[in-house]
Structures are given as structure tokens and as C-alpha cells.
């Protein structure tokens, strides 16, 4: 994690209109609730542009709603090459997207931003897809939503002791003399 703050965070999903808004959501209200917004600042993207400047899916949306999220103001957008020098943290929510972004980054520390969005559940083992509901029904969009939610838990934690290391002073994370 970066020295200054706040910390950018970007999620990204193939269009940007199912996963990585449902993610971004959640994230930024989970944020909110451990006061970490000031923090942290959590983005979404697409490695597609196909989609750009369009709503997140309604299904998306509702499951959202549903839940006690808002994804109404979301409006789908293409990750950039030139983004990995804003964010210091970019999710990647299956293999196949981290693959695309792995080709798009410039150099290698570009490539250490780069994580599965799912390596922070804290119970995950196996396959850390979150897989993509859009060709599914109102249950494909549900099931995103509780890996994101199991996800998101163990992404704060880890946000949290980052955060804590970085603005802890030196000399207080030093051991005390018995």
C-alpha cells in the first residue's frame, strides 16, 4: 500500500456494468461504515469498452437495491493502461480479467498492483472467479453479491492494518525496550 492517502482502489469486470459496479458498491458503503471513506477511494472499470457510459445492468441495480446498496449513478467505463499510475490497488474479479490487465500494464510495478478482487475472502480456496451473471438470471447477480460481500470483509480488514501501518510513525512501530 501507498505512503500517502487516500488509497485508490479499482475494480474491474469485463463491462463494468455487472460485477465490478455490484463490488464498487458494496466496497464504498462497507468503506463508509468503518470510516474509511476518507481513506480510501474505490473506482470500478471494464477491460471492454463496449459498454462505456452506460448504467450498470438493471439486474445489477436491483439486486443492489435489494440489498441496501446504491448502484443508480454508476456509468460503465474502459480501463486505461495510463490508470496504473493513479490507482495503487486494481482488483481484478476473475482470471480472465486479470489476464487482460496483466497484458495492458506497462511495466512490472504496474503488474504488483494487480490482485484477484476474491484473494481477500477470507475463507476462498480453489477457484477465485467471481463469475460473470450477465447471460444468467436474477440468481447469477445474487451470487455475485455474496462473494463480493465475503470479499469485501476480508479486503477491509486487510485495509485496515495497511492503513493503520502507514500512518503509524516510525518510532512507535519500533518494540519497546522491557
Known amino acids: 500500500m501507498p505512503s500517502s ?10 463491462g463494468n456494468i455487472c460485477r465490478s459496479p455490484i463490488a464498487e458498491a458494496v466496497l464504498a458503503a462497507r468503506l ?11 473506482e470500478s472499470a471494464g477491460t471492454g469498452g463496449w459498454h462505456a457510459g452506460e448504467p450498470a445492468d438493471p439486474r445489477a441495480v436491483r ?10 449513478r454508476h456509468r460503465a467505463r474502459q480501463f486505461r493502461p495510463s490508470w496504473f499510475d493513479e490507482f495503487d490497488l486494481v482488483l481484478a474479479l476473475d482470471n480472465s480479467n486479470l489476464a487482460d ?7 512490472e510495478p504496474a503488474r504488483s ?10 475463507d476462498a480456496t480453489g477457484d477465485l472467479d467471481v463469475p460473470d451473471p450477465y447471460y444468467g438470471g436474477d440468481s447469477g447477480f445474487a451470487l455475485v453479491l455474496s462473494l463480493v460481500e465475503e470479499s469485501v470483509a476480508g479486503l477491509i480488514t486487510h485495509l485496515r492494518t495497511d492503513l493503520t501501518s502507514a500512518t503509524t510513525p516510525p518510532e512507535s512501530r519500533r518494540p519497546r525496550p522491557a
Open 113 to 122: 498492483k494487480l490482485r484477484l478482487f476474491r484473494s481477500y475472502a477470507p
Open 63 to 72: 439486486t443492489l437495491h435489494a440489498n441496501g446498496y446504491d448502484g443508480s
Open 101 to 107: 490487465l496483466e497484458r495492458l500494464a506497462p511495466d
Open 5 to 14: 492517502l487516500p488509497v485508490k482502489i479499482c475494480i474491474v469486470c469485463a
Open 32 to 42: 463508509a461504515e468503518n470510516g474509511l471513506d476518507d481513506q480510501v477511494v474505490v
